[in-house]
């Protein structure tokens, strides 16, 4: 093992795990090396090259699919293989290679490769070092055709390719077989309810999906069907294939942390218990894309990070908007680690894009600069600076209550936005950026249209006494209400 994980007690765990998950190449690598030699002389030139490109060399027992004997007792009678594993696993080489090996056999002609977005599809899925060109085999190679968002095979497979961004291009398209990448962090669930209507020919119409742990309402019903065969991956498994200063950072910076146990161990953390936001409440209310009511006033909030260094904070940026009916749709989430210039640019396109009534800005980091950064890409929008005087539990919990009553509707899954705000305690650190943005943008919007935000909180809410909450916005005002139920 690479000497690279100071830790006595965890570099033995991880060995255990090469132990027992090494590939046949990893094996052989093993052999003395006049073993070895003798083996490889008996091959061809072309026994070599297929040698190079076979995934059953080169695949760990669970990146290969769950066959007969399968310990869960499935015998390969599954219908959807979900791959929950860390970074760096080999999520998309086991999602492409699984595609490569239906088409090499003639299981299946007929593929649709479904990304979180376009740009994922494109550049994870298909153009990725580990994607569909990259693993492509010498003996049935592939074309990408990008104008027809289409990859042929030379034996005639076929993948279409989508984006779950876009649900109703899946609408009525038919096909044998499917990979879905990061399915935890599609926006719109309904892409995969669409990509399952179309999972209709053929005598056994199969998925994978490859995806990083997040307790979506979409992963656990995957994982308690009985058709389901879970594959949980950890980063470690794949040390042989990583670069040192990669895995030493992963120990430096996540091991022992529940983001660790999540991206690394591929646990799904559930939310913390003294979390002010429930992800239940979340998706009880979540809003379709297409049933969305028009908005009477839209704002763009954006907690500013303090500094540009890549130790840095992100940049919250959310957008969020108010129907006719009095209640909250979270529209975007488009946070990010950005420099001054660069979010004030995003701020301003977004601003002008989802034609917003305002931009909401945190002051206590610099009030003037944050409007000057804005007012420089355009001195024409309507800026808005809110100074914390209160502390964040105080700024929350008013707009907590709204998740509770219904009244804020998610249109899609704000997959790392919601992962914040379900796992942030008041008390425990500092709140999460994204989250700070999403109480700025709907204090604005629900708890305080004008003046400074008052909620009055009754005990049916947080099961405390009656009490004031307050955020100071720059300029004063009139004060606005948000009455017990």
């Excluded at 570099?11 to 046949?24: H, P």
């Excluded at 209709?200 to 656990?220: E, K, S």
Aim: net charge negative.
């Amino acid at each position: 093992m690479k000497p690279i994980i100071d830790n006595p007690e965890l570099a033995a765990t991880v060995q255990e795990i090469l132990d027992r998950t090494e590939s046949l190449a990893a094996k052989m690598h093993r052999w003395p090396d006049e073993e070895r030699e003798q083996f490889l002389a008996q091959l061809g030139k072309d026994e070599l090259e297929h040698l190079l490109h076979d995934w059953r060399m080169w695949a760990r027992p669970s990146q290969w699919p769950p066959g007969e004997g399968c310990e869960c007792g499935c015998e390969g009678m599954w219908i959807n293989w979900l791959i929950l594993a860390g970074r760096g696993w080999g999520k998309t080489r086991t999602g492409a290679e699984w595609v490569h090996l239906q088409i090499d056999r003639g299981t299946y002609g007929l593929f649709h490769l479904v990304g979180a977005t376009a740009a994922d599809a494109r550049d994870i899925m298909i153009e990725g070092v580990s994607g569909i060109l990259g693993t492509q085999k010498p003996w049935n190679k592939c074309r990408y055709i990008t104008t027809k968002r289409l990859i042929e095979w030379e034996n005639g497979a076929r993948a279409l390719i989508f984006s779950a961004d876009e649900p109703e291009r899946l609408r009525g398209v038919q096909c044998e077989a499917a990979w879905c990448d990061e399915l935890a962090s599609w926006r719109y669930p309904q892409a995969w309810q669409q990509l399952q209507l179309g999972l209709r020919l053929g005598p056994y119409p199969r998925t994978i999906i490859t995806t990083t742990p997040r307790p979506t309402d979409l992963v656990r019903k995957l994982i308690e069907a009985p058709t389901t065969h879970t594959t949980k991956g950890i980063t470690y498994e794949n040390l042989d294939n990583l670069a040192p200063a990669f895995i030493a950072e992963i120990v430096r910076v996540f091991e022992g942390t529940p983001f660790g146990r999540q991206e690394v161990y591929a646990d799904i953390i559930d939310d913390s218990p003294g979390a002010l936001f429930k992800r239940d409440h979340i998706d009880e209310f979540r809003a379709l894309k297409d049933r969305v009511p028009e908005m009477v006033r839209t704002v763009v909030a954006v907690d500013p990070a303090t500094s540009t260094t890549s130790e840095s904070d992100e940049t919250g940026i959310v957008v969020a908007g108010r129907s006719a009916a009095k209640e909250g749709f979270v529209l975007q989430d488009a946070s990010g680690k950005l420099s001054p210039g660069q979010w004030a640019q995003r701020v301003v396109d977004l601003y002008h894009s989802w034609e917003a009534n305002v931009i909401v800005a945190e002051a206590n980091q610099g009030g003037d600069m944050v409007r000057h950064a804005i007012e420089a890409i355009d001195p024409g929008v309507k800026v808005v600076l809110v100074r914390a005087t209160k502390g964040k539990l105080l700024r929350a919990e008013p707009v907590s209550v709204l998740y509770t009553r219904g009244l804020v509707h998610h249109v899609g899954v704000f997959p790392t936005l919601e992962d914040q705000m379900c796992r942030w305690e008041p008390g425990l650190g500092d709140s999460p950026d994204r989250l700070d943005a999403l109480v700025y943008a709907l204090t604005e919007l629900l708890v305080g249209a004008a003046g400074p935000v008052v909620a009055m909180l009754g005990q049916n809410d947080l099961g405390a006494e009656s009490y004031w909450k307050s955020v100071d916005r720059v300029g004063g005002g009139q004060v606005p209400w948000l009455s017990p139920p």
